[in-house]
Structure formats: C-alpha cells, structure tokens
C-alpha cells in the first residue's frame, strides 16, 4: 500500500466523515486514495471556506473537523480559518501538501517551511517524513486537537513520501483519556466559598459547551440560586428562560450585566476561555474572589487572581460542589433580568425603516425553532445578536469570539448544515464579511445543502465606524459600495430576497427557511441604534 492510502485509512479509524479542501498538484495521491474511502471529499472554492467548515464542524460535533489544501499559496490561504479554531478552542485538524523532500532544504517552486508557518496556529504540527510515521502523525494530531483545551493540529505530507510504499502498517488505535475528577479538597474550598458569599454571580464559558456541562450548570445554578452570565460563544449553557439566566457578558461597555459584577463579591468562572473577555472589562477592581471550575488550570492574568481552582471534569466539580454549597436568595437578579427581557421585547412592532438590529432578531428567533442554528459573522451585527438573541440550547447560535474573524458565517453554516441535517441553518452576517467568502455560495448549491443567509446591510464596516464615531467623533475610510446581492444570489443559481419595507422581514425569512435551497436576504440595517446603545448604556443606572 501507498503511505497515501495508509494515511486514508487512519483518517478513516478516526471516524472522520469529511474532508473540506482544494486539491493540488502535490496532494494528487491522497485525494485519490480518498475516493476508495468512506469519506466524502467537499470541494470548495476558496481554502479559507474549508478551515471555517472545519472549525464549525468541530464546535458542533465536537470531534476534529478536517481540512486539506496544496502547499504554499493553498497552505497560507487556510491559516486564517485555523488560526481561528485554535484560538476559539474548536477541534480541527488541517493538512497539506508539500513538495518532495528532495527540494525543500532550498529555493523552490511554492515550498514555504510550513510546520514553522503554521505553529503558532495550532497547537501540534508534524511533517510526514517517513511513510512508517504516518499512524503515529495521524493520532497523535487528532488526539492533541480534542485535548484540553481543544484547538488546531497540523499536518504536512510530501508528495514523494505519499507515494511511498508500506508493508504492515496499521492505523493505531484510538482511546480517549480519561477526564480527571476534581480533587475533594478543592471543592469543599469552592462550596465554603459559595456558601459564605453574599452575591455570588456565575461567569459560564465556552469549555460548559466543549464539555457537554450545560445540563450541570443549569442545576448547579438552579439549586443554589445563583445568577448565571454567559460568554458570547456560551450562549444557551443555561435556557435563557431560566429565571436564573442573566444573558450574554462581554459587549465592551458597562450593561445591565456589568451591575450584577459590580455587585458580586465571589465571581464563579466555569470553563471560561479568557481569550474571549479581558478580566480587567469585569474585574477592574481586583478585590473579588474567584473560582475557576475548568478542565484544565487558569490563566495567568493579574485581573484574574484564582483564589480556588477546581480542575477536572466541569460537570462532576459542579455537581460536588453544589451538594456541599448552601443555596442563595439571589432576589436581586431579577430587576436586571428584566430590564434585558423589556428590551427584548420592545422592538416586535418596530415597522421603522431601515430595520433596526432589535427587530431583525425579534423577526428572526420568531422564524426559527429552538433547535435550529445561527453561525455569526463578526462585526456590529454580532455584539446585537449575541446580546439579544435568546437561546435555550448550547451551539445554536455559533460566534466567534476569541479569534474573531471576518468571513466566518457562509462557510461555518454549510458545515453545520452538513453536522445537524435536520435542523434550519442561518448565517447572520454583515456586508463586509459576506464579501470575503461568499463565494461558498456555490458549494452550498452543489452540494445541494439548503442555508438561508441574512444579510445586515450598512454599506459599511459598522462596527469600526461605532468605535471611530465613538472615539474620534468621525469616520475614517470605512464606508464602500454593495454590489445588488440579490442578482448577485441568483447569478448562483440562489434565491435572492430585498427587504424593502421591515413588514416584509418576517413573510421573506419564512418563505426562505421554508425552500430547499440557498437563500440571501438583503436586509438594510439602521445602526443609528449603535450609538443609541452606546448612549444609553453609558448613563446606565443599575436596576438593582
Ligand atoms: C478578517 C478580519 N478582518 C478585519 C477584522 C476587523 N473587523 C471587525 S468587525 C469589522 C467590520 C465588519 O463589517 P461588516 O461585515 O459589514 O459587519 P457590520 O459591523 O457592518 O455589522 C472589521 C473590519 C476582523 N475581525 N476580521
Ligand atoms: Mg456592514
């Protein structure tokens, strides 16, 4: 057998069911090796779209999701979507092709040392140098990328090895290690410190939903009454019904969430990444105490002085800790909870035009079922959705917020339409982002995986003109043209949508959920209501 083969075969032990990627010159033995597989191979139009389908894939399964591309220039055009799954913590293994080993120690032809471009990316990187090393290579990348913290591994693979014949080798077999326990000492620390708190306040992450934790958390904080704010990429850890649930922490402003830490005197962080939310935006002050109940040990970061860490499978330590922790009143979560509920609710009959950001998300949690999935871009659009789109359940509404890439959104949603096919899949994105990978599109209608993607149209990178207008008092280069997105969708062969009266929003998302194929929906955005929030919340009084 062809090592080629061989490394199929150990993609296939690993359980992977796809793999995102263009084909080049240098990889021509394993993608052929890969039609004798039971792999189904996705083509699509720019490297990038692979990495992100990646990365999406491996939030929602939890299990590596897998890319391929050339070497060089087709290696470099994935690294921003595996920056990305690094730095967000989702589990993907990205691979290239490399040029023969007989050229790489000199000038040549597409060759870039691509282990030493790609290892502040990723968290594991190997050049298959050997054909005997190709089991080795292969587990161990899968294995370190589902580790705590889960994150990016990289493989490179040389095309005079691919070809290379090997006798006897088999793809090793796959374990998980086990998930340590909490040590008992730490939890009656961390339940002494929760009992003789006055106002303790829970700051969930991202690690509840990498480790199946939400059903935990939710007990945990329901038994001991104790408020529960979520991290942008946690939202639905705890149902958002849930009298306990405070909502989503992190816009880069004081909010009704910031009084509930500014109130608190013991801030509970459960599998909190602080990549996503500087300590110092909530813990200014230092003088908390906190608990750190993770998988894997704190961060070092002089706003986050750890006073107990609990480490080991989050849900066992809440669990623990809860049956050793005295319950709370927790009365004064309510006022908040309500001020966000209220304004929430105030925008359902907003009919201004152009469409306000509250109502795009009223029209748009009314369109979808609990279970369906959101995959956000990065810009304005997703502080408003990640601070007012309610969810009850973990992974649907897909941010990324620790790498925070533009381009995210068209890519990440043809991947969780292919991880969870029977659910509806959106993709919220801005103009600007759509643009940088839009063209996805056609893979979505190839592959015929119907996703509807609704389009915030500012004709502007809003979120950089917010933070101008709000610094400087004036916008600087941020403003562009739109080509007609409507036209543009239909030269795909797509559905194209205008929204040209905000009556009309709700009739256009339906209808477009409804057909079975990809849809664009070019909503203009009123972000006026940017530096109303910012207004608004600047004067904010605490409700408490
Ligand atoms: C790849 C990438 N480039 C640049 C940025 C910086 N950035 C963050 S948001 C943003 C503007 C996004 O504009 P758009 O997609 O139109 O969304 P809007 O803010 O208008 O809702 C920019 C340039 C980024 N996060 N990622
Ligand atoms: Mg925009």
Redesign the pocket.
């Known amino acids: 057998m062809k090592a080629a083969e061989l490394f199929v075969r150990c993609l296939e032990n690993e359980g992977v069911e796809y793999v995102f990627g263009i084909p080049g010159e240098e990889n021509l033995d394993v993608m052929d090796a890969l039609l004798d597989s039971s792999i189904r191979f996705i083509t699509v139009r720019h490297e990038q779209g692979a990495a992100f389908m990646a990365d999406v894939y491996g939030r929602l399964t939890g299990r590596a999701g897998v890319c391929l591309s050339t070497l060089g220039p087709g290696a470099t055009n994935l690294l921003?979507g595996v920056a990305d799954a690094n730095l967000d913590h989702a589990p993907l293994v990205a691979i290239s092709g490399q040029a023969a080993t007989t050229r790489l120690h000199k000038e040549s032809h597409q060759v870039l040392d691509l282990t030493r471009l790609f290892e502040p990316v990723t968290k594991y990187c190997a050049s298959l140098l050997e054909p005997d090393i190709v089991p080795e290579v292969v587990r161990k990348a899968f294995k370190v990328a589902v580790t705590p913290k889960k994150g990016a591994t990289f493989i490179e693979f040389p095309e005079n090895v691919a070809e290379m014949d090997i006798q006897d080798a088999l793809p090793l077999p796959v374990t998980s290690p086990p998930v340590p326990e909490p040590s008992a000492i730490q939890v009656t620390q961390a339940a002494r410190l929760i009992s003789d708190a006055n106002h303790p306040l829970i700051l969930a992450g991202n690690g509840v939903v990498r480790a199946g934790a939400s059903g935990q958390l939710t007990a945990f904080a329901e038994q001991l009454n104790i408020p529960v704010a979520n991290t942008f990429m946690a939202k639905g850890v705890i149902p958002f019904r849930h009298p306990c649930a405070l909502g989503s922490a992190g816009l880069q402003a004081s909010d009704y969430l910031g009084c509930g830490f500014d109130r608190a005197d013991v801030v509970i962080c459960v599998g909190y990444d602080l990549v996503e939310y500087h300590p110092y935006l909530w813990h200014p002050t230092r003088d908390r105490s906190i608990i750190h109940i993770d998988q894997s040990p704190a961060e070092v970061d002089g706003h986050y002085p750890v006073t107990v860490g609990v480490n080991g499978d989050i849900g066992l330590s809440l669990q623990r800790i809860a049956q050793q922790a005295a319950r709370h009143e927790g009365r004064h979560i309510r006022p908040l909870r309500e001020r966000l509920v209220n304004e929430m609710n105030q925008h359902r009959d907003d009919m201004a035009f152009p469409v306000r950001p509250q109502k795009i998300i009223w029209d748009l949690r009314t369109a979808l079922d609990l279970e369906d999935i959101v995959v956000c871009?990065?810009?304005?659009?997703k502080m408003w959705m990640a601070r007012m789109f309610r969810c009850e359940y973990p992974n649907t509404c897909i941010i990324s917020n620790g790498f925070?890439?533009?381009?995210i959104a068209v890519p990440g949603a043809i991947a969780a339409r292919l991880a969870c096919p029977q659910r509806k899949v959106v993709a919220v994105?801005?103009?600007?982002?759509f643009l940088?990978n839009a063209q996805e599109i056609e893979t979505a209608l190839r592959y015929r995986l119907p996703i509807v993607i609704l389009i915030?149209n500012?004709s502007?990178?809003?979120?950089?003109e917010w933070k101008q207008m709000n610094r400087f008092g004036r916008a600087a280069n941020v403003r562009f043209n739109n080509p007609d997105f409507v036209q543009y969708a239909e030269s795909f062969g797509a559905r194209g949508y205008r929204v040209e009266r905000t009556a009309d929003l709700p009739s256009i998302l339906n209808e477009a959920l409804a057909c079975d194929t990809v849809s664009v929906i070019d909503c203009p955005v009123d972000y006026r209501e940017n530096f109303r929030l910012t207004e608004q919340l600047g004067t904010l009084v605490c409700p408490t």
Do not use: F, K, Q, R
């Open positions: 921003t871009d990065v810009g304005a659009h925070a890439s533009m381009g994105t801005g103009d600007a982002g940088m915030w500012d502007s990178y809003g979120l950089i």
